[in-house]
């Protein structure tokens, strides 16, 4: 047996989280159903040429909200009120990676789900991915990192896994409201898009549209260096995310629940 | 291979002090609570030293900062020669921690969590050996929210004792025990000490530190109060006499003992008297000639003086201008 490094323990946490995890079966299910489950409603809406881009940003967005950030948010505070992340807090693992390894399983089914809806689009809507679909994966590892740092913020604000249904709403809101997933941009003032632009899951719908429809969410057609400019501009705004949830975790991550 | 004397340190904590920011108020005067007031502990291979105090003592939370867990407000932790909370890399590889609460994830068995500990630890014991050490070789298949309060208490040791530490922190380790796992835990606490470990443990059980513990530290209101052998402490505490008389019985001469303090409850018309001494031979044959054939000393028991006296007597003082730590919100500092 060779001596455990940080990517063996990682991955050995991951493991038990992942029995944990489907050991609990309302989170499985809400983790597992919720995006496929939501993205056959959204194909009968019309869309036109855009049905694809529409579907993957749906996929996209529904599973960064429900597998990544609501599933983390109640597991780690579930596993800190039974006092489990104490325990790990006295292991021999880093921090970091205990906070990695209880979001692994999640990014494999993201991962997972992702790949069954591109699979799904191109039998079922005859579409043919170009080079630019590898945007999808910067939206879905970005917004990835973005939602993970944002789920350990939350739950600084958490106290129980019944009072995460409450302090999950904030985000999953201004997620939804302001992405152009539930509510088309152009209903918006000007102002308010481009504030818009600014939420942590615009970036990863934006991102979803160039790379599957060739046109930004708000119905904007970029290239050339236009296009570079969106999308590093996108990619920033979720490393800002991420960077502002991790300065919060790193102040103020409880590893224990309230005395 | 020989240790000279500071080397045979294990650990070695100067000045230590924790305070905890207070909630909810932001700006102005600090009104936090300092929990932790200036310790100072040595603690050599193979010691058993056992922190004693009451609830709210300052115990958990000194521990808390030793195992690098948290971050000392002042003062200076060395574990194993380096800072635990700076170089917990180094340090946690070498130590095991039983904390008072298990922190156990319910819906795991017994083995995938031992599994799952044991593939964290750089030279670990075999799961089988360690489960069967704590009596629990028969509910490896159990899930862990169907054990016992005692069995979960055991198999948090079984986790503790895995990594082979050289340093060991045992926090309340026998609580919640039957008397027979209470007495097979303390063989193994001394199977660990004849290994050379360093056993830091806090328990409510006196017997158990009078069983256990090379050397003895009372806390309390954050600080050691007394520190010593148990018979260094006990020596502090005077052997009781005691016994009751019929009414009627003049106990005026008893007084006159030098040496001893005199001490009488009246309860319902029933008076039992006590004598405090440090020379209890000699007082119980000045007793005993005093009350010759006539009078009768029912119920006469003679006690040597005891931890659990020590104890209370520390535990019954209260240092004027101290905050009460049981309602307090606290905020540990424990971040990422």
Known sequence: ?259 | MTFSARTDLTVDVRGLRRRYASQGRRGGRDTGFEAVRGIDLQIRRGELYALLGTNGAGKTSSLEVIEGLARPSAGTVQLLGHDPYADRQLVRPRIGIMLQEAGFPGALTVTELARTWQRLLVDPRPVEDVLQQVGLDHRRTVAIASLSGGEQRRLDLALAIMGRPEVIFLDEPTTGLDPQSRRTTWELIRGLLAEQTSVVLTTHYLEEAEVLADRIGIMHEGRIVREGTLAEIVKSQPSQISFSLDTGIDETGLTRFAGAALHTEEHAGHRRLRLETFDPQRVLGLLLSWAGDAIRLSDLHVVPGSLEQAFLEIAASTDLGTTDSTDHQTQPEMIA
């Open chain 1, 1 to 259: 047996m060779t001596a455990p490094n940080d990517l063996s323990r990682t991955l050995t946490l991951a493991r038990a989280e992942t029995t944990l995890l489907l050991r609990n079966k309302t989170a499985t299910s809400i983790a597992v159903l919720t995006p496929p489950l939501i993205v056959p409603l959204v194909s009968l809406m019309p869309a036109g040429a855009g049905l694809p881009a529409l579907v993957m940003a749906m996929l996209t967005g529904t599973a960064l909200l429900f597998v990544v950030y609501y599933t983390l948010v109640t597991s780690a505070v579930a596993r800190r009120e039974e006092h489990y992340l104490k325990r790990l807090y006295t292991s021999t693992a880093r921090p970091v990676t205990i906070l990695l390894a209880m979001v692994l399983p999640l990014l494999v089914l993201l991962a997972v789900q992702l790949l069954l809806g591109f699979a799904a689009v191109a039998a079922l809507l005859d579409y043919r991915p170009s080079w630019d679909a590898l945007l999808v994966l910067v939206a879905a590892l970005l917004g990835a990192a973005a939602w993970w740092a944002l789920a350990l913020a939350s739950t600084v604000f958490t106290r129980t896994v019944e009072s995460a249904q409450l302090t999950t709403l904030p985000l999953l809101m201004v997620a939804l409201l302001f992405s152009g997933l539930s509510l088309p941009l152009a209903l918006l003032p000007d102002p308010a898009v481009l504030l818009a632009q600014l939420t942590p899951m615009f970036p990863v719908v934006d991102l979803v549209y160039l790379g599957v429809a060739g046109i930004r969410i708000t119905g904007d057609t970029v290239a050339g260096s236009e296009l570079l400019r969106t999308v590093l501009l996108d990619a920033a705004v979720l490393v800002g995310w991420t960077v502002a949830g991790l300065f919060l975790v790193r102040r103020r991550f409880r590893w224990e629940p309230r005395r």
